[in-house]
């Protein structure tokens, strides 16, 4: 919840603004300044202040207590002019909501956290926990310093400076190993381990929580790495388990004990097998999903004074293998307010960059320092997709980039033909160029339309005859890719001619190069009318159906609504 606070009748009205814009994420504090203040940093996880800075300094100042635990501060000038993110710039959250009071207000967001000016991911944005000498290894790393980066396997992280390396005086280390921090050592702790458990019904959450506790310190493993606990359904409301993993505040993941029966173990017993059906529960839901056994079946130590002399919880720890992380990202028509701010987070997170060059020049200014850019030109499509399936094989945080929307004549076809279940996948939309050409032409999508490649590169005419024939004889408004070219000028006729068999020749057609770019042109024609030979490459053709109609210079294809029949 976000806490609003105002002084004034302007600061009222801007705070109001922030009610009716997020009606669900906000509280509005009233009354004196300093009590509210005081309240709303008790209450919310984040505070909008429209105040001057020095004030809210002053009234927020004896209520620190911590950067793990205090609230974001965002201020907001009298006039409307900035959104400063005060206080907890990251682990509050107050750099991304100051950027987005600033859109809602229409004011300019003010971020003075040093990694984010220097365009370098903080050690505690990356999600994971950090310990040691957070602050020491940052300025390292801003100042240029040399970094060693020592870790454990190759884990997705974000893209790093060059400074970054093999040596240096500072340290950045990545592991699940419990380790004593040295003066200039941050030590990043992975999700990479899965503690398996079973316990008695009834079980004391003491027990099971110690069990664990104990298994990973002896271990010489961190609590901070474990990423779930596991166990069988039939424990999935067993107390003990799940207040355990509420307690370590990861996940309980369970399995039916079908699953579990069929995992080989090194321990299997009789007496689970009686009680739920598998004879593994610890080490198979371990196990469940691969990894490393690092602990075999341990059980835990009666409590004293419960009476109990058996032990009534066992535990088993596996170790994960980092998994990749392929972002496929449209990058939309050209036009950088086209780029959906979703894949501009996907491109600063990417630690490696794969794409065709003019596309990569696009947005190279938009990547973080230390990006590994892999690049070519046209057609090495399928060299591309292989190229960044591999780097996410290997741990890394690829970016893999297409024109529109990756998924349409783009990029996200032959990736995921290649990719396999060892990755993760993430698929960030872009406007392609059959939308971004109709919003220039007006309407014409406004009912059941079609997108045909006219390249017969990778799909034989024979096919693409076939189906522009079932959009004319459909009367569907069809928008033509890849039109024509110098190796293909016949292509974009012999369409248009299947379509005048069923249509007007005034049916209206659009015609749009470089849709969304400085140089974007566009032209309503009708399907007799057009000239095959003023178009190429970059252009879209979009021809209607039998009731789309030019109105006012535009392409309009009705929709079908009784109130305007």
């Not at 890394?396 to 990755?423: C, F, K, N, Q, W």
Request: net charge negative; proline share 7%.
């Amino acid at each position: 919840m976000i806490g609003l606070i105002s002084a004034t009748a302007a600061g009222a009205a801007a705070r109001d603004r922030l009610v009716a814009a997020w009606p669900d994420r906000v509280r509005v504090y009233e009354g004196p300044v300093g009590r509210s203040v005081e309240l709303a940093f008790a209450e919310c996880d984040q505070l909008v202040c429209f105040l001057a800075t020095g004030a809210v300094v002053r009234l927020v100042a004896p209520l620190l207590t911590g950067k793990s635990a205090d609230p974001g501060v965002v201020c907001v000038d009298e006039g409307l002019r900035h959104a400063v993110s005060l206080l907890g710039g990251h682990g509050g959250g107050a750099n991304e909501l100051a950027a987005q009071v600033a859109d809602a207000l229409g004011c300019a967001p003010v971020v003075t956290t040093a990694t984010d000016a220097a365009g370098v991911p903080g050690l505690d944005t990356l999600g994971w926990p950090v310990e040691g000498a957070i602050a020491s290894v940052t300025r390292a790393v801003l100042d240029g310093e040399p970094v060693a980066l020592r870790a454990d396997a190759v884990w997705p992280l974000p893209p790093l400076p060059g400074n970054v390396g093999a040596v240096g005086d500072a340290v950045l280390r990545v592991t699940d190993r419990v380790l004593e921090p040295g003066v200039r050592e941050a030590v990043v702790r992975p999700p990479s381990l899965v503690v398996g458990v079973g316990a008695s019904k009834g079980a004391p959450l003491d027990e099971v929580l110690g069990l664990i506790e104990e298994t990973l310190r002896e271990a010489g493993l961190s609590a901070l790495s474990v990423r779930a606990l596991a166990t069988v359904d039939a424990k999935a409301d067993e107390p003990g388990i799940v207040g355990a993993a509420r307690r370590l505040g990861v996940p309980l993941v369970t399995y039916a004990p079908g699953r579990l029966a069929s995992i080989s173990v090194p321990n299997p017993s009789d007496a689970p097998l009686a009680a739920v059906g598998t004879p593994s529960v610890a080490e198979a839901a371990a196990l469940a999903e691969g990894g490393e056994l690092l602990v075999p079946k341990r059980k835990s130590r009666p409590l004293p004074g419960t009476g109990v002399r058996a032990a009534m919880a066992t535990c088993a720890v596996v170790r994960r293998a980092p998994r990749g992380r392929l972002a496929v990202v449209g990058l939309g028509p050209g036009a950088r307010d086209l780029l959906a701010p979703r894949a501009t987070q996907e491109l600063r997170r990417a630690s490696v960059l794969v794409g065709l060059d003019q596309y990569v020049a696009q947005i190279r200014d938009l990547l973080r320092p230390g990006t590994r850019i892999v690049e070519s030109g046209l057609g090495a499509e399928e060299e591309r997709a292989r190229r960044a399936v591999s780097e996410a094989r290997a741990g890394h945080a690829v970016a893999l980039i297409g024109s529109g929307d990756a998924g349409v004549y783009a990029m996200a076809s032959p990736a995921l033909t290649e990719a396999s279940d060892d990755i993760d996948v993430v698929g960030v939309p872009g406007v392609t160029a059959a939308l971004a050409a109709a919003a220039v032409l007006g309407a014409p999508l406004g009912h059941d339309h079609v997108s045909i490649s006219l390249s017969d590169l990778h799909t034989p005419w024979e096919v693409i005859e076939r189906r522009v024939r079932a959009a004319a004889e459909a009367d569907i408004v069809v928008t033509f890719y890849n039109p024509r070219s110098r190796g293909r000028d016949w292509q974009l006729s012999k369409a248009l001619s299947i379509l005048a068999e069923h249509r007007d020749p005034d049916t209206p057609t659009g015609v749009v190069r470089n849709a969304s770019r400085p140089d974007e042109s566009s032209r309503v024609t009708t399907l007799a009318g057009l000239d095959p030979a003023t178009v190429d490459m970059m252009t879209v053709v979009t021809v209607g159906n039998t009731a789309t109609r030019e109105v006012a210079g535009r392409m309009v294809t009705p929709r079908g609504y009784r109130w305007q029949s």
